[in-house]
């Protein structure tokens, strides 16, 4: 695939949503995860992760979003992950898999209101 994959960064109290567009995939991965694992913390209550605006993802993705819930865990945090049904059928639907080990949510706000966040 040929899209770039852009992060960025928004934080809703103490809860990184991170966000993520384009592709995620072998190419990508490696700088994924350097740029996810400073927000893998004790501090934070968990984390959200943003794919609404992913437009393909392969194994080696599904395994870094496994992965960074695995480190998460470890810390006592939770992911959560978003992803818009129509996007989880028609373009992910890799991810189906994830979702017995991440919960997934087709909004930011539910996402939030999983983590104990006020809307």
Known sequence: MDAEPF??????GRIPVLRISGD?????????RRQMRPYASDSAVGVILDLRQVSYIDSTGVRTVFEFA?????????????????Q??????VLAKLESVVPIEATLDRALARLGVPL
């Open 88 to 93: 989880i059928a028609r373009r992910i639907g």
């Open 24 to 32: 995620i995939d072998l190419a990508s991965c490696d700088e994924l």
């Open 70 to 86: 695995a480190l998460l865990d470890d810390l006592c945090n939770e992911l959560v992950v978003v992803v818009d049904d129509v």
């Open 7 to 12: 992060f960025s960064v928004e934080f809703r």
